[in-house]
């Protein structure tokens, strides 16, 4: 089932993302992109006044305006044309108590990472999102990218030969010094953020690409976690070793106080035969070097593309995709999915994204990587 042949949007409804809220700009824009997808609702602030001028400034029916996310699935999900899936793009705290609302009505949850602030609220989730009929999607967006289902596409073939060697890192620099804009006030309050800093907010990124693209299985890491900055309660530096099941190890770098890195997402994977790597800020090149051969450089759309990173692809060879597209790849995976739901029908297995085990890992990484920081880096298995 793929988007041709489904004509009518999903009407999406959001919790978060109001004025002057990055992500839920960007979830927008995404969930646009395919025109698979119309905002008709929201709870987009925690403050009554916000959330009211943030629907407006959206066009929103003021009807279909909340003021709290409660009130709106409790009505969207009586409404004959009521919402079918909900973007929740809050900070970390209300990812729990929100998806829960949605999820036990029966509407289709896609939200934003890490799955939730605590373990404890994570594993709740995760019961509850599997005794819903909905749909949970967890939007890792980088999963999105054509040429990270390339590089997942050549490990599962057996192009690299067994994996031995992951390294991948997640290096900015915009928390270096002290700052107190909205988004730095939030990300850094553990009541808020949880117990992880830059590990939580871009080092989950890390460890699920790294995840993705292998389909390796944590088994212990060790953690060395830093708060550089004064005062500052939660990491804004990591360095993480890794012990996969199968003999494969890895290292993981996260930090928000690397001056002279933006977005600095950068996976390599060593296996046997090869090795390929791949940076978030030139998405469309990866190289890939068989060993005792030169390195070969597969653009998007290129000579050398497989299907999985054809099917992701939207512009020919040599016009830049990045970002938002790949955000928007997630949100087409979720209305595929979504569809084939609504026909009783089996999920396509060639639409992949992010679900809600997949969020469960990440918070499950980021407690391993407190618990292990705390007993000096050591070696510590992931909490049930």
């Known amino acids: 089932m793929t988007a041709k042949t489904y004509d009518k949007p999903i009407r999406l409804g959001m919790v978060g993302g109001g004025n002057d809220a990055f992500i839920g700009g960007v979830h927008r824009i995404a969930a646009r992109i395919d025109g698979r997808f119309q905002l008709v609702a929201g709870a987009l602030s925690s403050t009554p006044e916000k959330a009211q001028a943030s629907g407006a400034a959206l066009g929103l029916d003021p009807a279909r305006i909340y003021d709290d996310f409660k009130a709106m699935a409790i009505r969207e999900a009586r409404l004959k044309d009521g919402i079918a899936a909900v973007a929740i793009v809050t900070p970390n705290h209300v990812h729990y108590a929100a998806a829960r609302e949605f999820l036990k009505r ?35 967006n980088y999963t999105g990218y054509p040429l ?73 890491l060790s953690a060395d976690l830093q708060a550089f900055v004064s005062g500052r309660q939660l990491d804004d530096n990591a360095h993480v070793m890794m012990r996969f099941a199968g003999g494969a190890r890895g290292m993981l770098w996260c930090s928000q106080v690397a001056p002279g890195n933006e977005n600095g997402l950068r996976l390599r994977v060593f296996g046997e035969k090869g090795g390929i790597a791949w940076m978030q800020e030139n998405p469309n090149q990866l190289w890939y070097t068989p060993f005792g051969q030169p390195k070969q450089l597969i653009t998007r759309g290129g000579a050398g593309t497989g299907e999985a990173a054809a099917r992701v692809t939207r512009v020919p060879a040599g016009h830049p ?63 049930p």
């Open 321 to 383: 995709e990045g970002y938002l597209e790949g955000f928007a790849t997630i949100y087409r995976e979720a209305a595929d999915a979504i569809t084939a739901h609504r026909a009783g029908c089996d999920v396509p297995a060639d639409v992949t994204y992010p679900t809600i085990d997949d969020g469960l890992k990440g918070v499950q990484f980021v407690d391993a990587c407190v618990r292990s920081s705390k007993r000096d880096g050591a070696w510590v298995k992931l909490a």
């Open 106 to 140: 029966g509407i289709h949850v896609i939200c934003d990472k890490p799955l939730t602030a605590t373990l404890a609220d994570a594993r709740k989730l995760v019961k509850a999102a599997h005794d819903s009929n909905a749909l949970f999607v967890l939007t890792h």
């Open 148 to 220: 990270i289902r390339q590089a997942r596409q050549m490990v599962a073939d057996g192009t690299l030969g067994n994996i031995r060697v992951v390294q991948v890192e997640y290096a900015q620099d915009w928390l270096t010094q002290a700052t107190d804009t909205k988004q730095s006030a939030w990300r850094t309050d553990p009541a808020r953020s949880g117990l992880g800093g830059a590990t939580g907010d871009i080092g989950t990124h890390a460890f699920n690409l790294a995840s993705f693209v292998t389909g390796l299985e944590l088994e212990a």
